[in-house]
């Protein structure tokens, strides 16, 4: 998640640094008029936002949005049901608000689907939810629902004695601890685009699913502009010896389909969350080391790097402090581009099983696990995150297209 502003901020960088007519200048007001390309700008803006607090916004903010409820398996978009809410037995789980946001939270309660309940004396008597309509009758003690219990309860009357788990034993009365279960523990929950195979709400998952698709593009992006810009500017500014010997790593590795490439650096890293994420970047960065030593390569001849030789400016300061930065154009282009390539890539390594590993929900795993329901009744399971794999990939291709056109001014400047 670190990685998630690095292109935003160098292109926004590089638009707006000088306001006084600069190319940057001209270039971010030509972008403003494409709509197409604010639209999809607005579009990942949003995706990035949602990506971040998702664990915040999502009905199921568990870890991975993981909570497996078995009897409402693979219900259709806009189901309804009611919830009972019991208390486990164990320690109560309270974590960093940092934490929920990184990571999500276990929850306290287990959720059990209901269709009708009624009291007897300290005792909820539930029919659980059954799509045939023939559910299960179970019986909760109340302070069980509660409470995390020790031992057993004791009803006496109108009170019931019970012994939290942290050693402290209370008696409490049993009409209130009905109003309480009533008003706070059954609950309503709807799953706006249904359930999975194991019950799981898929409306979290997909949203979960964004920050995967992102923090890939993201990691694969920084880890190609690393390497392809260290490589890129070495070879074009040095030339001689090191250019060709760069130049013949860059072919050799270019020589290699990207996808076989990937999954020979995964079957070596191991499979992972983060192994997949530098497996794509580790070969991603070939493109942009040949676009940039190219740049360099023509920058090399302009009379502001003859005047930084002739003050005595090291070679490495003039190559980073002054030919590079004006040479990032085709790379903000590029990176573009690589981020619908790295998204592409792990929704495919993950359908394939060797990305991103379950149960964290990737568009490209979601799409594996219900790709069997496209025959059946439930084929929005695995349609929903491919549609999702392909408005993002998109609305990356349109920027990608929309800057190329918009860090074109040069023509507009002579006219």
């Known amino acids: 998640m670190l990685c998630f502003f690095i292109f935003e ?16 200048r001209l270039a971010w007001e030509k ?35 993981n909570r497996q409820i078995l009897e409402i398996a693979t219900q259709k978009p806009g189901f309804k049901v009611k919830m009972l809410r019991v208390r486990k037995n164990e320690p109560p789980i309270e974590v960093s608000f940092l934490h929920k946001m990184l990571f999500g939270k276990r929850s ?8 009708s309940w009624h009291f007897e004396k300290g005792n909820l008597i539930v029919k659980v939810f059954d799509a045939d309509h023939d559910g299960l009758v179970q019986n909760y003690d109340i302070a069980d629902i509660l409470y995390p219990l020790q031992g057993k309860t004791k009803v006496s009357g109108e009170v019931i004695t019970f012994t939290e788990l942290n050693g402290i034993r209370k008696t409490e009365n049993i009409a209130l601890m009905q109003k309480q279960i009533l008003a706070s523990n059954i609950i309503s929950k709807t799953f706006l685009l249904g359930t ?27 880890i190609s502009l690393i390497i392809g810009i260290l490589l890129g500017s070495f070879a074009g500014f040095y030339q001689g010896r090191v250019d060709d010997v760069i130049s013949w790593f860059i072919n050799v590795v270019w020589s290699i389909p990207t996808l076989l490439l990937v999954i020979a650096i995964t079957f070596a890293l191991g499979k992972g969350f ?11 960065w070939v493109e942009v080391a040949r676009v940039v030593r190219g740049q360099m390569m023509s920058a090399r001849q ?46 495919g390594l993950s359908f394939l099983g060797i990305g991103v590993q379950p149960p964290i929900p990737s568009w490209g795993n979601m799409i594996k696990e219900y790709y069997s329901f496209i025959v059946l009744h439930s084929a929005y399971l695995a349609i929903v995150p491919g549609v999702a794999i392909v408005v993002l990939v998109l609305a990356f291709m349109t920027l990608g297209n929309s800057l190329r056109d918009a860090l074109d001014v040069k023509e507009e400047v002579r006219s």
């Not at 306290?108 to 269709?115: A, D, K």
């Not at 983060?274 to 991603?284: P, S, Y």
Request: glycine share 8%.
């Open 108 to 115: 306290n309660y287990t959720l059990v689907p209901i269709e």
């Open 31 to 65: 972008f403003k008029r494409n709509f197409q390309g604010m639209i999809a700008l607005g579009l990942i803006l949003f995706a990035m936002l949602v990506g971040l607090f998702s664990y915040l916004i999502i009905p199921d903010s568990t870890p991975d949005a």
């Open 302 to 347: 302009y009379e502001y790097v003859e005047a930084g030789i002739a003050l005595g400016y090291s070679k490495f300061r003039i190559m980073i402090k002054h030919i590079l930065p004006n040479i990032l154009s085709p790379v903000i282009v590029i990176s573009a581009a690589n981020f619908a390539s790295a998204i592409l890539i792990e929704a």
């Open 196 to 222: 999975d195979q194991f019950g799981r709400d898929l409306f979290s998952r997909l949203i979960l699913g964004t920050r995967i698709s992102l923090s890939v593009g993201f990691v694969a992006v920084g």
């Open 274 to 284: 983060w192994q997949i994420f530098f497996a794509v970047g580790l070969t991603m």
């Open 9 to 24: 901020t160098m292109l926004f960088k590089h638009f707006t640094e000088d306001t006084s007519g600069s190319l940057s």
